[in-house]
């Protein structure tokens, strides 16, 4: 092998010059440049010498009032542009294999999560992968939200946290139950009393919801139980009645955010919270799409804030 042939000047062609060249061109001096792609101006200096040569000429004129190009370094930018071009329709094009440009995350949620966390969420997505189409089905309550994603009819469930072992999951928030009572009621302690509460005339969930599950066993360690005079399976219904001054209710911090402004809050006696995950069937194999909508919500915290 002849010494002209064992190193041929592309194999030692490095992409960060050629980003380099394209910047200096395109700002006219190395520190605007070197600004631009996040650099010293020394680092870009350097691979700018190390590419003239490379390829044996001069690309840049060098001067006070800053840096041009020279008609080689003209006809090398001119390929760069192809070269970046190429590059972005490359990856363009991996995405859309993977799933990213296209495809669809069908997701299933308890009411409350639906109204007042997936929106957050759905937007960053969308924002992130517009072409990747997203549906949600809210639902009653959790056992519905795991049984469509157990059943194949959901690929990610906003449910409650912990689940079976069929389930990988993602903790999201951690809700607060609350009392709230009617504002025009006189006030009360803060935290309320067990003996206080349980002698409230209370508006409540029905027996086989999860809140009221939750709060009952939390009122039953205690030595007392919860006797609600009305129940009723609509958060609003429930909000709307203790408005109007019939009732105390105790619900999740999540279904307060869009309270009457009739109404206030004292925490109960002893802290109680429910988590709220995301859900998906353990060992399935899941779209990309589906895969990007996980890792948004792992991502950014801020989502369920």
Known sequence: MSKSSARSPQHAIKLSQLRALSAVAECGNFGEAAFQLGLTQPTISHAIANLEDELGLVLLIRGRSGARLTPAGTQVVSHIHEILHCLDVMVQDANMHKGLHGGLVRIASFRSAAAYLLPKMVAAFTHQYPDIEV????????????????????????????????????????????????????????????????????????????????????????????????????????????????????????????????????????????????????????????FAFLSVLQSDNDLVR
């Open 135 to 290: 549906t949600v089905t809210e639902y009653y309550d959790s056992i519905y939200v795991e049984r469509e994603v157990r059943e194949g009819r959901a690929d990610i469930g906003i449910t409650l946290l912990p689940t079976g072992d069929e389930f990988e999951s993602l903790e999201l928030l951690r809700d607060q139950y609350l009392v709230v009572l009617p504002s025009q009621w006189e006030t009360l302690p803060d935290p309320i009393s067990w003996d206080e509460l349980v002698n409230l005339p209370l508006i409540l969930y029905p027996d086989d919801n999860s809140c009221f599950t939750d709060v009952q066993a939390l009122c039953q360690e205690s030595g007392h139980t919860l006797v609600p005079r009305y129940q009723f399976r609509e958060t609003s219904t429930i909000l709307n009645m203790v408005e109007q001054g019939l009732g105390a209710s105790i619900v999740p911090y999540l279904s307060t955010i869009s309270m009457p402004e009739g109404i206030k809050t004292c925490r109960l006696p002893k802290p109680l919270e429910r988590l709220v995950g995301a859900v998906t069937l353990a060992g399935a194999l899941h779209s990309p799409a589906v």
